[in-house]
Structures are given as C-alpha cells and as structure tokens.
C-alpha cells in the first residue's frame, strides 16, 4: 500500500461488499476476522472491516409501495420547481410519502393543468392514480382540486434565502428568457427553465456538467472562499469558513447530489486541516468517496457518482505525476470520462475535458455576474450574462462535429477496466501508477470499438423489437441494410430519442438507416423518429399523409427539413426491396370516423427468406376488417395497438393465421396493455406470445426457421 493513498484499499473493498451483498451472517463473519487481524495487520483488518460494512448496507431493501387502481395520497417535499412540457407541468422529487407510508424512491408528479406557484411551502399533497417503474413512481393529478400546498419554510432557512432569489428573478424572466435561467441554474442550481436547445448545446460539447451549479461551482465558490481568507492572514478562520460553506451549501441549493458530494470533499479537507492532520489529495479523494457511499450507498449505480468521483480521480492520479502539464490533465480526463459515457448514454464527447478547462473560466465569470445581480438586479449584468452565454454557445458549437452516438462497452470490460485501475492506484506510485491506470481505463473504450465493428452487419435477416416501453420501435436489418418502423417516444420525455432510442440503435451498430417508416403520428410511436432523422439520415421517410398532423407531426417535419430526408407519401400500397427484406406498406385510402388516427397506421409486410411478419402500427377493428381481405397468412404478427382490447379481431387473426405474435407494451403501463382477453384470444389459438414489458428487447433471427429470444439489457 502506497503512503498516499492508503484509503484505496478500504474503498475498493466496501465497493466489493456493496456488490457482493453477501447477507447478514457473512457480513458478520468478516467483522469477526477483521477484529481478529487488528494486531496482525491493521491495513487489512480495516479493509475487512469496510468489506462487512458494504455487505451490511446492500442489505437495506427501498420500501416499496404496491400501486393499484385506486386513487392514493402522497406527500411530498418541494425539492425544486414545477418544470413546464408541452401540454403539461411535472415536479420531482427524492422521496415521498404515499397514505403514510414512506417511500425512498424518486417520484415525478404530472399535472395537465398550470400548478399554483410554489412560495415558500414545504410540502405538496396530492392524489391520484400512484405508477412504478423499476425504482421510481409516477403520479398524475386530474384536477387542480387534488392537489394543495403546506408547511413554510423558516426565513432563517439557507433554501428560503434560495426561494426569495427564485421569486426576485421571475420579474425578469419574460423580458430576458435566457439569461435569467443561466442564472438560476448557475447561481441557485434551478435548472428547470433551462430550454432543451440550451441543455442539448452544452452537452454536444461534453460541457453540460458546468451547466447546473454543481460539484464544480461549489469548489471554486470554496476556494476563493479560503484564498482570500489566507491571502488575509486567516488560515483558521479560512477552514471554518471551508466547513460552514459545505454545511449550507447543500440546505441552500437543494438535496442534489452532485452539491453533496463535493461539500463532503470540503468539509473533509477543512477538518483535516482543523486537527492538524492534513491528508493527500489521493487520500481526501479516496476517503471522500468511501463518506459518501457509506451515506447514500445508492449512489453506488448512480452515472453522476461515476464521472464526479473518476473524473477528479482522473486529474489526481493519472494527470497530476505528469507535473502542470495541462494536456496530460485533458487526456486523463478523456480516458476516464469516454467509456464510462460510452456506458450510460452511448455519447461520446471527444475534446470535452479541453472544452470544460475553456469554458471553466467563462461560467466563473457568468457566476459571479449572476451573484451580483441576485443581490443588485442591474438590467447592464443580464446583457453581461447574455454576451458571456453566447461566448459559451459558440465554443460549444465548435466541439460538437467531435461528439456523436456510438456503442457502449460491455458491463464486464467496464468492470475489468475499472478494478484494474483500482488496483494500481493502491498497489503503485506515481507515473508508474498514472500509465499502469491509463491503459487499464483503454480496455472498455477497446470493447466498445469492438463491439460497434462487429455489429454493422448481419449474417442472417433479423427483426429487433425494442424495448422503449409504451410504444413501439422495430428494428429490420439484412446485412449492412437497416429499417426502422416506428420510435416510440415518451410525453415527459423531450430527449426520448437520444437517451433511449439512438442507445438501443447504436448498440447494435447501426450507424445509418435506408427507410423510416412511421406508422402513424402519436406520441408513442414517433416521439424518438426526430433524433433518428437529424443523427443517422435516414435516405428515405414513409409516412401516410391522412391524419398526419399535431405536435409529433410538427417535430417530424421540422426533423426532415433539417435533415433533409425525402419523404414518400403512402397512399393504398407500396413496395421495396432492401437487401434480402420485401417491404410492403398498406394504408388505408379513407379516414374513418372512429379512431381515426390509429386506423391510418401505415400496415407493412415483411419477407424475408420465405418468412413472412406483418407489422400492424395502432390499426384497431375498422383498419383490421378493411386489411383483412388482402392480407395472406404470415409467420410473425406484431400485435396492433400494444394488446388493446380495441385491436386482434377475428377477421385479422383467421386472415393473418400468425404462429408467432409479439406485443409492444411497456413495465406496468397506464392504460393496462396488453388486455387480458387479448392474451386469452392469442394463447387460445396456440400463438406463441412474446411481450417486450415481460422480456425486454424481443430479437428474431431469420434462417431456415425462425429464432425468437428475450434481451433484458435494455431500458424498461
């Protein structure tokens, strides 16, 4: 073990203990020889010891709340903002309380109605049907009846000091749009009226963690703190100053956990100093890390841990024995940051970490301006504020050809990769340590190349149908050719195409498209179809002209003339040969009365190698008896509108006569799909079902039969 960094070894073994989750009795067992090691080794008893401790709390479950069709009572703390949508307002939060029972999960409330503006309330009740999803809830309220406000907040409070800003800024907020919401999300850490173009131009250039007062605001707010102090004669009064300002930071700009993580930093190093033992910055990383974790052992699987902790790992370990070289900080960061964005957003931003030391300056600057306003309101400081986002938009703007989507690595070379580093920070020393760490950091990045070089053909014909919940995205590819019907889409989600629906495309290899089909346009089949347009430049959209209209609509055509993708209109049928795959597309010639947007899906048929599947959109029974007649049977049925009760009528199934069916829904979905009757009616005709709400991803290879598997690597 290294001098400067002996508290590597005990990190590395609560991490091994919070993964392990081996159960009481073995948690115990190793307390037992850790207590037992303490003469012959302490180095090791206390590594064992924090082994036992990761062990003990893996063991701690999330309370979890069976949700029903019955309307439920929540309660929850006002953590931020209500955040404005398209045709609704939503306010999360971290934890709730639902008919008295708490809930230490993330919780989002959605209202289709304007909310009361929150003042200085503590908590908002609220009713209404209570969703799960994996670890989070979702609740919507009807009625502003079902929803009030309660509590308020003690003036003395640090978050009321941040709520009176908030209200002093809304003045401003319809004259100077822009730059009143970099102010409060670089000043107050409210980033809910930040606009997509905003966020989207940040991260393009591998810069959006400088966006949102964060980690990074907080240690340059606390080392101008502590220099100045110094730089005064100070040095003590400079380290309480160091811990009152991590103790009110996270109170003042809320419970994110980004403010906590670096105020656990500070507070640690100020203490060290206090008690005249001051640390490494090897070890305060080490020890930082290890503090948190054992707080919020959560944060274990959470992607803004990951970049904050091996970022700042990255300048310390590998960049720092280089001495002030500046471009060896910029290369360790890349090293570290690549894969481990390649991993939770399939994203790459190359030239970032050179970005962020440009910009670093820059939103230092913006902070203090937007300081000296809060305190001030000078109209001059909001230009100021404009000029500098406009010098931060262009910069980002030249980075971005350097940024795209590509595969992400494999779970276990993320792993090795990651372990190995670890292990040479604790084992080695100095710029042995950084190259030994640097390359170790290359192995994930490696796979993912690998990976996205093995998956741009395919050997045999294949349909992939997605799991992007509640909707549908079937991917057909035939060697280098792909297609794409549908893209999902989600109504509380602007950027569903980037983080799902591109993810699921690139990890397969596909770096371009023949032909989009979109079915129909409802939210749930074309929300992810503009990022596709504008990202991988489809050569050809099919889109039926009936019906075509609405917001999705609108986004879709703004898409294509961005992109400039030509648009074939389908009208009665259509037909093209891509690779080994026959398409042929139906549409219905007229508009039905009931309906009437799911009756003009775009119907497509699919051949290849004498196998047949007919991909059927949201057609319902007026679609599906007007289909009937010039259908023949197939192998495969998607079935219609996700199993609604509405859809998979007789006359559809005697004329299809499909062996196989498939149902696009999503994990506990709103409006109950598939309905059982429709299962009955499939499972009764001896229909071998698969659901992508039960099996994730449904991938189905083409030979000389038809192969049928479930993927549960993919967002649910």
């Known amino acids: 073990m290294r001098r400067d960094a002996p508290a590597a070894l005990p990190l590395i073994a609560f991490v091994a203990g919070l993964l392990m989750n081996g159960g009481a009795a073995t948690a ?29 709390l893996a063991l701690r479950s999330q309370p979890q709340i069976a ?27 971290s934890h709730f309380l639902a008919n008295g029972t708490p809930v230490d999960a993330p919780i989002a409330i959605y209202a289709r109605f304007e909310p009361p503006r929150i003042e200085r309330q503590t908590v908002v009740h609220a009713e ?19 929803m009030m406000y309660s509590g308020r907040i003690s003036s003395l409070a640090p978050s009321t000091w941040n709520r009176i800003a908030e209200q002093r800024l809304r003045r401003y907020a319809d004259s100077y749009p822009t730059e009143v919401a970099m102010i409060e999300a670089l000043v107050l850490g409210r980033g ?37 102090l110094r730089w005064a004669g100070a040095p003590r009064i400079s380290d309480w100053s160091l811990i009152a300002f991590a103790a009110l930071a996270p109170p003042f700009i809320g419970p994110t956990a980004s403010v906590s993580r670096a105020s656990v930093g500070i507070g ?92 670093t300056p820059i939103i230092f600057v913006m902070l203090i301006v937007g300081s000296l306003f809060c305190a001030t309101e000078i109209t001059l400081l909001l230009k100021l504020m404009g ?13 971005a050809p350097l940024s795209g989507f590509f595969a992400s690595p494999p779970q276990i070379a993320l792993a090795i990769g990651l372990v190995a580093a670890l292990i040479a920070i604790a084992s080695l020393h100095d710029k042995r340590r950084a190259v030994a760490a640097a390359i170790a950091l290359t192995i994930p990045t490696a796979f993912a190349i690998a990976r996205h070089v093995s998956q741009r053909a395919t050997r045999s014909p294949q349909i992939a149908f997605l799991d992007v919940g509640q909707g549908d995205a079937i991917l057909l590819r035939s060697g280098s050719h792909n297609v794409l019907v549908d893209g999902g889409g989600r109504a509380d989600d602007a950027r569903f195409g980037e983080s799902v629906l591109l993810p699921l495309l690139v990890d397969r290899g596909v770096r371009h498209i023949d032909v989009v089909v979109l079915s129909h346009a409802h939210p749930d089949h074309c929300g992810g179809l503009p990022a596709v347009l504008e990202q991988l430049h489809p050569r050809e959209l099919w889109i039926n002209p009936r019906r075509f209209r609405g917001k999705c609509a609108e986004e879709m055509l703004a898409a294509v003339s961005e992109s400039q993708t030509p648009v074939r209109l389908i009208r009665g049928t259509a037909t093209a040969d891509i690779g080994e795959l026959r398409l042929e597309a139906f549409a219905a010639q007229h508009t039905f009365r009931r309906a009437a947007e799911n009756n003009s ?40 509108h996700h199993g609604s009760r509405s859809s998979s009528t007789p006359p559809l199934l005697d004329a299809a006569r499909p062996r196989i069916a498939v149902i696009s829904c999503g994990v506990r979905n709103w409006f109950g799909h598939p309905h059982p009757s429709v299962v009955n009616t499939l499972t009764g005709r001896h229909i ?21 598997h479930p993927q549960f690597d993919t967002p649910r």
């Open 128 to 146: 209404g049907f209570l969703r799960r999803t994996e670890d989070r809830y979702s609740l919507a309220v009807k009625s502003p009846r079902l």
């Open 268 to 359: 640690l190093y100020a203490i060290s100093r206090l008690i005249q033992r001051p640390t490494s910055f090897e070890n305060l990383w080490c020890v930082a890390a290890l503090a948190r974790l054992i707080i919020a052992p959560r944060d274990l699987t959470d992607p803004a841990f990951h970049l904050t902790y091996a970022g700042a790992g990255a300048l310390i370990f590998i960049g720092k024995p280089f001495r002030s070289r500046w471009i060896s900080y910029a290369i360790a960061a890349e090293l570290v940051i690549t894969p481990l964005t390649l991993f939770h957003f399939h994203q790459f931003a190359l030239g970032g970490s050179v970005m962020t030391i440009v910009l």
């Open 601 to 640: 899906s775009i119907v497509v048929r699919v051949e290849a190698r004498r196998r047949t599947f007919l991909l059927t959109g949201d057609i319902e029974r007026e679609a599906e008896a007007d289909l009937a007649p010039r259908i023949r049977p197939v192998d495969l049925l998607k079935v219609p």
């Open 67 to 93: 949700t029903s069709d019955r309307f439920t009572s929540i309660e929850v703390p006002i953590e931020s903002d209500w955040s404005a949508r398209d045709h609704f307002y939503v306010l999360r939060a």
């Open 387 to 399: 000029a500098l986002n406009a010098v931060c938009s262009f910069l980002n703007d030249l980075s």
């Open 28 to 56: 115990l067992a190793f307390a037992i020889v850790s207590a037992l090691m303490w003469r012959l080794h302490r180095h090791a008893s206390i590594a064992i010891a924090f082994l036992a401790l990761g062990m003990l």
């Open 688 to 708: 071998r079902l698969w659901r992508t709400d039960e099996g994730g991803t449904i991938d189905v290879v083409v030979d000389h039969a038809i192969f049928c």
């Open 192 to 228: 809910e009226r930040l606009s997509d173009d905003a966020k989207e131009n940040f991260r393009r250039g591998g810069t959006y963690h400088l966006l949102v007062f964060s980690g990074l605001q907080i240690a340059l707010a606390a080392a101008v703190i502590a220099f100045a």
